[in-house]
């Protein structure tokens, strides 16, 4: 106990010194669970902390009152601020999410205690629960994760160590890095000026997208720029993020700014001259862009926390509205803004070329040199650089070597584990915190990469599925089971009704990144050749992944001798996609899997295309039609075919020959313009969709595309068989 009294008071002085600098820590607090609470809980109630906050069970039975918070809603507490906050990992284990999540909510001069029992490291916690896919324990996974947790707090110089009932280590602070640029009075950093002046200063179609590390006066620069713009420019500012919670610091600002004003709802704050600045939700922003109720000339949009919203719906948003800028967080939970800005750089090419970009590098929150901030950053590897493009690949992809990857060296070895989890952050549009975690100690989880000079230059990951007893694939096909993980292949069985693809034995691919300055020269098509050779030699029946109904992507897959297996009807909330699965049989078994599932996927398309995919995107729809078997075109549906693109015949009656003609076109090798016509007359034969608003406009454009499709399909396949 007087161990205790002496640490707390340390720490409490510690913590004040902490404030002068605006500086927060860390204190690793490991222990037997009883004597580390008792300790936690002499430092909670020895000083007047501002809204401490404890993180444990919400079964954990504390010997005083005190807020708890599960680590699964630890979220929700993303943009409020605490001085103390109590990790108790004793009952739930170690949650990468919450620590993620809530370091950013440490104030300055603030502490976050993690309490861990002794043995750190040396086996699976209870969180592992969550990686334990049917039919492994949660005890029997590695601790590859764990065990490099708990070397990284061992080794830092930024960690206060306190070894429950013993005495406190309290490291020397650093010394402390100049202080932050000169303010203007509004913004608290010469980042955020720069913001709020390229903010309000928008031009017409030259969006702005702002990235920033948390803690950086992102929201509050747009809340500055959103009064500045309502007072001064415009009469209405939308905004819109992934939740109204994420923007709540903007409506914090703009109220502070603007006290004539009053927030008359949740979602809406009106100034005293009229103007309004207004929330939506991204879905139901998209559907009054499509009613017209929101967007066009003069109008101003602002996107929060953008690298959590599909890449779809911003794409359709830089349409809408001439003057917009995009913000989003670099590293985290929300979702990585590198990935991201990789993702939707083509779409901000394609419509918008002059976009800006903008970094804010100075926090706010905090100061310069924090050391819980870059204690986290490493812990996590939230800010895993990409690794050098060493070389350009050869030509021919056959002469790439690709290698296994063992995670207990990867563990073990810092710098190869950072370069290759940069390369997948950088090469995907979201990674979180527990993803690190997945891939060192995830049951069934391979890697192999290429590798040029200790460079990484692309990595697969995979993940082994199915292999079921066929009393419980019976069960999942029913609906009665939902044993842990197995995404494709129970999916395949709950939807597609195949029992098969549960008791066969499968090879999902759950990344595959190639550095970007080396994609489409072969490094994937190497690393899936060089795999699903290993997979064949090893029994396995299947490969497959599932990924985002995007053209490009699927057309790789095709490329690679995959066919598509299932289509889900609604779109991912993560990409704003429809999910598309493909599979290769590697054996005889698999090739009589897959052959049920293609009848089963070719059977189901057309109808669904008609109603619940009738926005699936028209390249993604051609695509897939060249996968149905061929149809055969007899002399009347060139006739019909002819009528209508030559003469005045109504195209609806003479759908059947135009759904036809575009099956058949899918096959065929067309030009860029006559691939726009499929996709014209694909849209209209099989989802019912318009050329034109108007409907005369609409008759005309479609029989300019069938005109231009006759051609190459008669070129191809003859006037009449097909």
């Given at each position: 106990m007087g161990n205790d009294r002496a640490a707390v008071a340390v720490l409490i002085h510690h913590a004040m010194r902490l404030k002068r600098r605006g500086w927060r820590q860390l204190v690793w607090l490991a222990g037997d669970a009883e004597t580390c609470r008792s300790s936690a809980q002499a430092l909670w109630q020895a000083n007047d902390w501002q809204v401490p906050v404890w993180v444990a069970s919400e079964r954990t039975a504390l010997a005083f009152s005190a807020p708890v918070l599960s680590p699964r809603k630890a979220r929700t507490r993303l943009g409020a601020e605490h001085q103390l906050v109590v990790i108790d990992t004793h009952t739930t284990g170690f949650d990468p999410e919450a620590l993620g999540a809530l370091a950013g909510t440490v104030t300055a001069g603030g502490l976050l205690i993690l309490l861990t029992p002794p043995s750190l490291g040396d086996a699976p916690d209870p969180d592992y629960a969550r990686l334990a896919d049917y039919p492994w324990p949660w005890q029997a996974l590695s601790a590859h994760y764990l065990e490099r947790l708990a070397g990284q707090l061992q080794s830092s110089t930024d960690v206060i160590h306190w070894r429950a009932g013993q005495a406190l280590h309290l490291p020397h602070l650093p010394v402390r890095p100049p202080a932050a640029n000169a303010r203007d009075g509004v913004c608290l950093s010469a980042d955020q000026v720069q913001a709020v002046r390229q903010l309000v200063g928008l031009k017409r179609r030259r969006p702005l997208v702002m990235t920033a590390d948390r803690g950086r006066g992102k929201s509050a620069a747009l809340g500055i720029a959103c009064a500045q713009l309502l007072m001064h420019k415009t009469q209405r500012v939308v905004l819109t993020a992934p939740r109204l919670s994420a923007v709540e610091s903007v409506f914090e600002r703009i109220a502070a700014l603007c006290p004539d004003g009053r927030r008359v709802a949740q979602d809406r704050f009106v100034l005293a001259q009229g103007s309004e600045l207004l929330f939506?939700?991204?879905?139901?922003?998209?559907?009054?862009?499509?009613?017209?109720?929101?967007?066009?000339?003069?109008?101003?949009?602002?996107?929060?926390?953008?690298?959590?919203?599909?890449?779809?719906?911003?794409?359709?948003?830089?349409?809408?509205?001439?003057?917009?800028?995009?913000?989003?967080?670099?590293?985290?939970?929300?979702?990585?803004?590198?990935?991201?800005?990789?993702?939707?750089?083509?779409?901000?090419?394609?419509?918008?070329?002059?976009?800006?970009?903008?970094?804010?590098?100075?926090?706010?929150?905090?100061?310069?040199?924090?050391?819980?901030?870059?204690?986290?950053?490493?812990?996590?590897?939230?800010?895993?650089?990409?690794?050098?493009?060493?070389?350009?690949?050869?030509?021919?992809?056959?002469?790439?070597?690709?290698?296994?990857?063992?995670?207990?060296?990867?563990?073990?070895?810092?710098?190869?584990?950072?370069?290759?989890?940069?390369?997948?952050?950088?090469?995907?549009?979201?990674?979180?915190?527990?993803?690190?975690?997945?891939?060192?100690?995830?049951?069934?989880?391979?890697?192999?990469?290429?590798?040029?000079?200790?460079?990484?230059?692309?990595?697969l990951v995979t993940r082994e599925e199915g292999g079921f007893e066929a009393s419980l694939a019976h069960q999942v096909a029913r609906g009665e089971r939902r044993p842990q993980g197995h995404l494709l292949a129970q999916s395949l069985a709950t939807h597609a009704g195949s029992r098969e693809a549960l008791t066969a034995r499968w090879r999902r691919v759950a990344r595959i990144a190639t550095h970007p300055e080396l994609r489409r020269q072969g490094l994937g098509q190497a690393l899936l050749r060089d795999d699903m050779a290993a997979a064949q030699q090893q029994g396995i029946a299947l490969y497959g992944a599932t990924f985002g109904a995007e053209a490009s992507l699927l057309r790789f897959w095709l490329a690679q001798g995959f066919s598509p297996v299932r289509l889900g009807i609604t779109r991912e909330a993560s990409t704003g996609e429809f999910a598309v699965m493909v599979a290769k049989a590697l054996n005889a078994q698999g090739e009589a899997v897959l052959a049920d599932l293609e009848a089963r996927f070719q059977a189901a398309l057309v109808g669904l295309l008609a109603f619940e995919l009738s926005a699936l995107p028209a390249a993604v729809l051609v695509l897939l039609l060249g996968q149905l078997p061929g149809v055969s075109l007899s002399g009347r549906d060139w006739q019909d075919i002819e009528d209508v693109a030559t003469g005045y015949r109504d195209p609806v009656l003479a759908r059947p020959a135009l759904h036809a003609l575009a099956r058949a076109a899918s096959r065929c090798s067309l030009s860029e313009s006559q691939q726009r016509s499929l996709q014209q007359l694909a849209a209209w034969a099989l989802q019912n969709l318009p050329l034109a608003s108007a409907h005369g406009e609409a008759v005309q454009a479609l029989r300019l595309a069938v005109k231009e499709l006759i051609e190459p399909v008669k070129g191809t396949h003859g006037a009449v068989a097909v």
């Open positions: 939506i939700l991204p879905d139901s922003l998209t559907e009054q862009i499509n009613a017209q109720q929101q967007g066009g000339d003069g109008s101003y949009l602002m996107v929060d926390e953008a690298a959590a919203i599909p890449a779809g719906l911003l794409g359709q948003w830089l349409s809408a509205f001439p003057r917009i800028a995009f913000a989003t967080t670099v590293h985290g939970y929300e979702g990585s803004g590198r990935g991201f800005a990789l993702r939707f750089r083509d779409t901000l090419d394609r419509l918008t070329p002059q976009w800006k970009a903008l970094t804010l590098e100075s926090p706010i929150r905090w100061s310069r040199g924090d050391p819980l901030e870059t204690l986290v950053d490493q812990l996590l590897l939230l800010k895993a650089a990409l690794p050098l493009a060493r070389s350009k690949a050869q030509p021919n992809s056959s002469a790439l070597v690709t290698n296994v990857v063992e995670r207990a060296w990867l563990a073990e070895h810092e710098a190869a584990l950072e370069k290759l989890f940069g390369l997948l952050v950088q090469s995907h549009y979201r990674t979180s915190p527990s993803d690190l975690r997945q891939l060192l100690d995830g049951p069934g989880t391979a890697l192999r990469m290429i590798e040029q000079a200790g460079e990484p230059q692309a990595v």
